[in-house]
């Protein structure tokens, strides 16, 4: 299964709109990570036929979204979020231990606006970056393959050029 990983397109639906193009034919799921209800909504109606996960993000005002989500598949419980409610900006503790709570070993999470991807107490980590205003000025996303053996949690860079 494959899951491609955005967060932060904060209205920035040009980038968000390759994104998809560029993975609809091998993504399973989207997944957005919060601050980017307007553009994703937009996606949604435009991929109809594309599997979304999302979460609101500090920024996405007026939305009904859910702060979190949890799912599995194959070898992988996945917990996502956005990641302010965790205050990321200032390290990992409260998310990981609310993502060891539920005995989840992936962990998705945005907010900050730079990606990482790193490994703790059995869990992979990844926050994807920002689409829209990224703090390297280098739009990223994050992907996730999990196999029935393996999970490979990786950041990839968006050429947003337009074209």
Known sequence: MRLIVTSDTHRDFHSLRRLVEMHRASADIFIHLGDGAQELEQAIALYPDCKWLSVRGNCDFGTS???AGCFSCGPAKIFYT????YSVK????DLVAAA???EANV????HTHVPFVGYQRGMHLLNPGSLGLPR???STYGVVDVTETD???FINELDNRRK
């Open 65 to 67: 979204a859910t702060l």
């Open 151 to 153: 999970i490979v949690c």
């Open 100 to 102: 060891a709570d539920i």
């Open 107 to 110: 962990v998705l999470f945005g």
């Open 90 to 93: 200032y390290g990992l503790d």
């Open 82 to 85: 956005h990641g302010h409610m």
């Open 136 to 138: 390297d000025g280098k």
